[in-house]
């Protein structure tokens, strides 16, 4: 069963140059909750800092795909997304 859809969040900088974001779930008093909502990274197509990813010790999934720690799935999505702009240009 999945778990529901985050509904308020707080973006938790990483690296401290405001790249790279672990978003976090919050409840009605802003208080954590624990449960990670996502992660933000800008201009994620340039992105190449793999190593300042935090290791959340999760697998993400998206949909019609196998579970994958997160910078496997990230790595893998900015590869399609890469070829995808090349195919338009």
Same mark, same amino acid.
């Given at each position: 069963? &999945?778990?529901?859809?985050? !509904?308020?969040?707080? =973006? @938790?900088?990483?690296? !401290?140059?405001?790249?790279? =974001?672990?978003?976090? &779930?919050?409840? &009605?008093?802003?208080?954590?909750? !624990? $449960?990670? =909502?996502?992660?933000?990274?800008?201009?994620?197509?340039?992105? @190449? $800092?793999? &190593?300042?990813?935090? @290791?959340? !010790?999760?697998?993400? /999934?998206?949909?019609?795909? @196998?579970?994958?720690?997160?910078?496997?799935?990230?790595?893998?999505? /900015? $590869?399609?997304? $890469? /070829? /995808?702009?090349?195919?338009?240009?």
């Amino acid at each position: 069963m &999945e778990d529901p859809p985050v !509904g308020n969040w707080v =973006a @938790d900088p990483v690296d !401290g140059t405001g790249i790279l =974001a672990v978003l976090r &779930e919050v409840d &009605e008093q802003d208080e954590e909750t !624990g $449960r990670i =909502a996502g992660v933000e990274i800008v201009d994620f197509l340039e992105f @190449d $800092r793999w &190593e300042d990813l935090p @290791d959340l !010790g999760l697998f993400w /999934q998206l949909p019609g795909q @196998d579970p994958l720690p997160l910078d496997k799935l990230l790595k893998r999505e /900015q $590869r399609r997304l $890469r /070829q /995808q702009v090349k195919g338009v240009a």
